[in-house]
């Protein structure tokens, strides 16, 4: 039967119905006290979830967008940063960079493994004129959580832009922009934010704002200076016409992520993606990530030899209604990918390991059902 | 009482409940069968309102991003480009020009009137080296409408790129792009497709898109290279995350202009727009624009002598929940706009005419009330 497609993919993520609904309100005028309010508090509460009491701006973009605005507005041409690569994401921060002529000093890792410290400051060493790093918190295609906090400890002395991409971390693991000494972290509306897509997030530390006043911003769209001016006017604003209805969801999303505290949803996530990982041991696929690197967000395994991801994608998208993900790239072959962040719940992980497992069953690979999904469940049982 | 404000603002305008319920949907993914039809049925309702079959990419930005979109892959550093200003965002080019470091022409207007043929052949006489050319189509910030059609006939044998910010007048006002020999037409969600803000437009003619084709994109986020690339993919997609809910109530929105016909939502403007001057009229009050300029978006005129137009927006706004617009900048203590494009009827024209008509009887311009009002019953009367 036709019903809503369950969003297990690393983003857009599951959304309440209510969130969805929020969005369903007449408009009001971005310039006025009508909206203001819905602006401010999102601003507000977004800098609680980032953990930072410095700046915040929103974009009307997608990820991408507010990964460009970091770059636009922090580094003048010639500068060079250092993009570290462990995935995708990490990629992606080297192709906006190379889009602004800026010189880059890649370091890529090894697959399933994140950066490391000593990674890090070999690259400052051997190219000191390095003036940025970039690191993806959480890597959306890979599955690597990468450690923002030693590396943000690691260059604070440094005098290096510190700039993470928090994309699909950031509201669903622990995060703390300004004790780790992140000077830009970026996010957008559509994963840990629980909230329609459509609103990009650029949180800047003083030291970032310092160095935007010397950059002349590549571009106006996102030109950071006039989004300030524009955030400190007598009614605080966007410089451009937001995504009002994506705000009004976001406003909602954001108030119930306080409602029932953060560190809960964190908790949360913990269980759902431990409950998975268990099935998944279970029934012997091999995880893709190192166990270090591993997150919460989203659990990337090796599809079985033999068992292509399209067709395991497939078979639950079409037959199931539920939607997880294979590998990007040259991964495609290779990985499947489950996020286990959203407005969802046990039955959601339950309802997908059970159905992986009937697929895996009928694919040859798997002799019988109901190891993966017992040990789902004795592991939600068992989690304190 | 407290209800919902009726939007007489140049942008957003008054949206269509059903249209703002059909973005309150379960998200589909973007990169699935089940989203794309969603884009692909919006690029193509939207080609036939713009009058091309060219290309025509989809960004999720306001109407400025899609303007940086033109602009930033359009032109190299060093390029010259002639930017037409009779407002505020024909300024807006400008700085998006010089903040991609390209050189500018400017020709700007005088108050009130717009663009000739003439003043741009002079200005590319003088300047032989001016690569393209920006005009607004409708500028929201002082309502005039400027001739695209004899502009685009004239530069369609001068090997310039023609660029047209469309953000409030294509949907609205008769646009024929093709037909009119614009090389970039940028629009938005907002305005004359009656749809919440939050989806940008950019289409190109073959001629423009040649050039795109010589020029290194400045920036990665706008670079209509990827979005070719992914729009023609087996799953047709944006590059990044859409905001997809935007991207329903654009769909709902477009179908029912599509269902309505373009050209009797351009008559039925014209018959709004046309009660209201009436009504000004009778009141002697004074259009800002010439009339050749004039357009049937909004219209623009001087507020009486000694009232300020902030006291009357206010006044509007807070006692009876209409909102409409003093002017932008040197405007600010001058000038009134009202718009009458969006989901509204000869209904919410009386309503407004005759709230205006109050406020200025209570401010001690006008005498008596009724014969504003009147002047619009009988226009729309004998309007055929």
């Known amino acids: 039967m036709e019903i809503d497609t369950l969003l297990m993919t690393p983003g857009p993520v599951h959304l309440d119905a209510e969130v969805t609904l929020a969005g369903a309100r007449a408009l009001t005028h971005h310039r006025t006290n009508d909206f203001a309010p819905v602006y401010t508090e999102c601003v507000t509460l977004l800098k609680k979830f980032f953990g930072t009491t410095q700046k915040l701006y929103l974009t009307t973009s997608s990820g991408t967008g507010a990964m460009e605005t970091a770059i636009a507005n922090l580094f003048n041409e010639g500068e060079t940063v250092l993009t570290v690569q462990t995935g995708v994401f990490g990629v992606r921060f080297t192709r906006i960079c190379e889009a602004f002529r800026l010189k880059t000093v890649v370091l890529a890792c090894e697959d399933g493994k994140r950066v ?87 949180a800047l530390s003083e030291k970032a704002w310092a160095k935007v006043e010397q950059v002349k911003c590549h571009g106006y769209y996102f030109d950071l200076k006039i989004y300030k001016k524009d955030q400190e006017g007598a009614i605080p604003a966007y410089p451009w016409t937001p995504a ?70 497939s078979e639950l998208r079409n037959r199931y209604g539920v939607l997880i993900a294979g590998g990007q790239e040259q991964f495609a072959t290779k990985l499947l990918r489950i996020t286990t962040i959203g407005a969802i719940g046990e039955r959601d992980i339950l309802g997908t390991v059970g159905l992986l497992e009937m697929t895996l069953k009928k694919s040859g690979y798997l002799k019988q059902v109901g190891a993966g999904i017992s040990a789902t469940m004795e592991y939600f049982l068992n989690y304190k």
């Not at 943000?152 to 002395?157: E, H, R, V």
């Not at 954001?254 to 964190?266: H, P, T």
């Not at 949360?268 to 993606?273: I, N």
């Open 116 to 202: 490391t410290v000593e990674q890090i400051a070999a690259a400052l060493e051997k190219n000191p004129e390095i003036s940025g790093v970039t690191v993806t918190f959480n890597e959306t295609s890979t599955g690597i959580r990468n450690d923002i906090e030693a590396i943000g400890k690691f260059l604070k002395d440094k005098g290096k832009i510190f700039i993470t991409d928090g994309v699909s971390g950031i509201g669903a693991l622990p995060f703390k922009m300004d004790e780790w000494h992140v000077d830009v972290a970026v996010s957008a509306s559509q994963k840990g934010f629980l909230a329609p897509p459509g609103v990009g997030m650029v």
């Open 244 to 313: 009002i209805n994506v705000m009004f969801s976001l406003l909602e999303a954001l108030r119930k992520i306080d409602r029932i505290g953060i560190e809960n949803c964190f908790k949360h996530y913990e269980k759902l993606a431990g409950g998975l990982r268990a099935a998944l041991k279970a029934m012997n696929l091999r995880l893709f990530t190192d166990e270090d690197a591993t997150s919460n967000v989203l659990t990337v395994f090796y599809s079985p030899e033999g068992v292509a991801p399209k067709d395991i994608v």
